[in-house]
């Protein structure tokens, strides 16, 4: 079945990293679809990409039920799914409240199970599925600020390689994407002092572009990505080697 026949879902998608992939996904001839939540992006999105959007909240299980049926009654099944939604709320551990520890725990570590749970069972009675997850550097590298963002985005590497294990046998890949520092609204809303800081650091000496990370998400959502599964591709300009 070539791409032409396949469905996309990318969480997250009306923005940044989502917005890039889901647009490299469709340009590789995938039916795409993006999810969101809340915001005024969206619809601007959808009007300059024709990509259908829909709303719900990926920390909300049920909700990714209903979101989910709701793609599948207007594309069709999917067949590559890029867990890609996420929130920082940033603060020292000792400053930092449970709210915004669950929040980011939610979003980021629980979309996982509540985007799969869902996807998954289909996706082995086909016998064919991508499931594509966005960590982060600093899953491995451990940032000041963000104990409950690096928590998450180390679960989303270890959720990765478990679930990569149980669906190999069914056609399904699991592999994750861990982004360095990307030139999206999230890096850029920080005080150009930090950004310079953050810059100096990495080896190419400048930040990402979403397209850079959107190419691997294509790669591994294509037919011919089917020998690799379980893995984290570290895309960050030489930030963290090895």
């Not at 879902?9 to 992939?21: D, S």
């Not at 594309?75 to 890029?82: A, E, S």
């Not at 409240?97 to 749970?117: E, H």
Request: charged share 20%; net charge negative; glycine share 12%.
């Amino acid at each position: 079945m070539s791409s032409s026949s396949r469905v996309a879902l990318v969480t997250g998608g009306e923005r940044g990293l989502g917005a890039a992939a889901a647009k490299a996904l469709r340009d590789a001839g995938f039916e795409v679809a993006a999810s969101y939540l809340g915001g005024d992006k969206a619809d601007a999105f959808h009007k300059a990409t024709g990509i259908p959007v829909f709303e719900w909240d990926v920390s909300d299980f049920d909700a990714c039920g209903a979101g989910i049926a709701r793609v599948e009654e207007e594309l069709g099944p999917i067949d590559v799914l890029v867990n890609n939604a996420g929130v920082n709320k940033d603060r020292m551990l000792h400053k930092m409240d449970r709210a915004d520890w669950d929040a980011v725990i939610d979003v980021d570590l629980g979309s996982m199970f509540n985007m799969c749970r869902h996807i998954i069972p289909g996706m082995r009675k086909r016998e064919y599925g991508r499931v594509i997850n966005i960590s982060s550097v600093n899953a491995a590298n451990g940032q000041a600020g963000q104990t409950n963002y690096c928590a998450a985005k180390a679960g989303v590497e270890g959720f990765t390689r478990a679930l990569a294990r149980e669906s190999v046998f069914k056609g399904i890949t699991v592999n994750a994407i861990s982004p360095g520092y990307v030139e999206t609204a999230m890096v850029t809303a920080m005080p150009q002092k930090i950004i310079d800081n953050i810059v100096a650091q990495i080896p190419v000496g400048r930040l990402g572009q979403p397209d850079e990370i959107a190419h691997w998400v294509r790669l591994l959502a294509s037919e011919d990505a089917g020998f690799v599964t379980g893995a984290t591709f570290p895309i960050n300009g030489g930030l963290r080697m090895g």
